[in-house]
């Protein structure tokens, strides 16, 4: 079933805005910069959203939701642990060069958003956590991660990958998904040859 006409235009606005924001700014982007930018006038942009605010609260949400859908096929298929945290890097390295304004977006301008806006997010980007959390619980408790810490070794996969946006550029020496592999690879591996002090 073709998608309506409708949901195809805001689905364009939301992507060409993500794209203004990356590119210009979003304090400085007006809701006149992205009609002209969408072949729409002004007043016809106001049929689809509101304001600008709720622009950027359709940009975090279509972000979120693609990392959460993908995360839930995941767990249908069954993957490893291993395998899964794999992906988890890979998505988010994929989504750079998918939706890069989108990534700037979610991870530059989250505070902009109303307090209300910023409550869905939240609930949407911690409940996402948590499931990844729970594969790292999963590991543990079949011996394929070496007993450590869920939280800890969770918010260490997000810190590696979350701000590459800063300096990944697609076209470069590696793919995003080479870059991602290496990733998971010190993340698994770690780069030491020699066991840690005390350890």
């Known amino acids: 079933m073709d998608e ?3 949901d195809v235009r805001r689905r364009d606005i939301v992507a060409t805005a993500a794209q203004l924001f990356e590119t210009e700014g979003f304090a400085t982007t007006s809701m006149e910069r992205i009609a002209r930018a969408v072949g729409l006038a002004k007043p016809s942009l106001y049929h689809y959203f509101a304001s600008k605010d709720d622009i950027l609260f359709a940009i975090h949400e ?32 994929d989504l750079m060069d998918t939706h890069r304004g989108h990534v ?19 609930a949407k980007r911690d409940a996402y956590e948590r499931s990844v959390e729970a594969v790292i619980v999963a590991g543990n408790e079949t011996g394929e991660l070496r007993g450590v810490d869920p939280r800890l070794v969770t918010l260490a996969l997000f810190g ?8 990944f550029r697609s076209g470069g020496p590696l793919t995003a998904r080479q870059v991602a592999v290496q990733f998971w690879d010190y993340l698994m591996r770690g780069i030491g040859t020699e066991p840690l002090p005390g350890s």
């Not at 700037?104 to 939240?122: A, D, G, M, N, S």
């Not at 590696?160 to 300096?167: G, L, R």
């Open 160 to 167: 590696m990958s979350n701000w590459a946006y800063q300096w």
């Open 62 to 93: 279509e972000f979120i939701n693609l990392l959460v859908e993908r995360q839930e096929q995941r767990a249908v298929a069954r993957l490893s642990p291993p395998q899964e945290l794999l992906e988890v890097f890979g998505d988010v390295f």
């Open 104 to 122: 700037r977006v979610f991870f530059e301008h989250y505070r902009e958003l109303p307090i209300t806006q910023q409550e869905v997010i939240k």
């Open 4 to 6: 309506p006409r409708a």
